[in-house]
């Protein structure tokens, strides 16, 4: 809707790196979820938000955009009170802790390519494409193996799926506006959020 009243096309300008962006988000999302399973909670979020270090490395190489010294600083003051928060067991779990810093690189991976696509392209369009092509790559397992949502689950599914997309283009367009390093940082914030949600509804 929002596409056709801004008379603007879907087919983005630079499909090759919109593809890039799905793939490496799809399978980021398949090795968290395996990996969460596997580990303890806190060892595999303190491994998954090595994030926001592996952009500021890919961002200096393939974007040519230093980290600077105070979004360094706060990177490392983020990952030190995630340790404080998590104490992580540092049982990485072998092949499921290599999972988890494969998903934690790919999704710095789709920072970096949103960095790069939102030069070319409206993040309306990006994230659009790439919910488009995850419904097509995604079908035949949900297919094979999903089962169809209780009726009452419905309207939690409505509100997760509306979040969600929310979610990816407050971020889209995060990274059209701001440096890599400095928007993957912001992403600690994250576990505040988690915890004043997870007192509203869960404590």
Do not use: H
């Not at 049982?91 to 998903?103: C, D, E, H, K, V």
């Not at 790919?106 to 990006?126: F, H, N, Q």
């Amino acid at each position: 809707m929002i596409l056709v009243r801004r008379k603007i096309s879907f087919v983005p300008r630079r499909p090759g790196w919109v593809v890039l962006r799905a793939a490496m988000g799809m399978v980021a999302m398949v090795l968290s979820f395996w990996a969460f399973g596997m580990l303890p909670l806190g060892d595999a979020t303190l491994i998954q938000n090595a994030q926001p270090t592996i952009v500021a490395l890919f961002s200096l190489w393939f974007l040519r955009e230093p980290a600077g010294k105070l979004n360094i600083l706060s990177i490392c003051v983020g990952f030190l009170g995630l340790v404080l928060i998590l104490q992580p067991s540092m049982s990485l779990g072998g092949l499921a802790g290599f999972a988890m810093l494969a998903s934690a690189a790919l999704s710095a991976g789709v920072g970096v390519t949103l960095r790069r696509l939102s030069v070319d392209d409206e993040p309306w369009v990006i994230v659009f494409a790439f919910m488009v092509l995850t419904a097509i790559a995604m079908f035949p397992a949900a297919v094979a193996t999903g089962t169809l949502p209780a009726l009452n689950d419905i309207p939690l599914l409505l509100l997760l799926g509306g979040s969600a997309t929310l979610g990816q283009i407050a971020m889209t367009e995060a990274y059209a506006m701001e440096r890599a390093p400095l928007v993957a940082a912001a992403g600690y914030s994250s576990v505040l959020f988690a915890l004043c949600w997870g007192f509203l509804f869960w404590d």
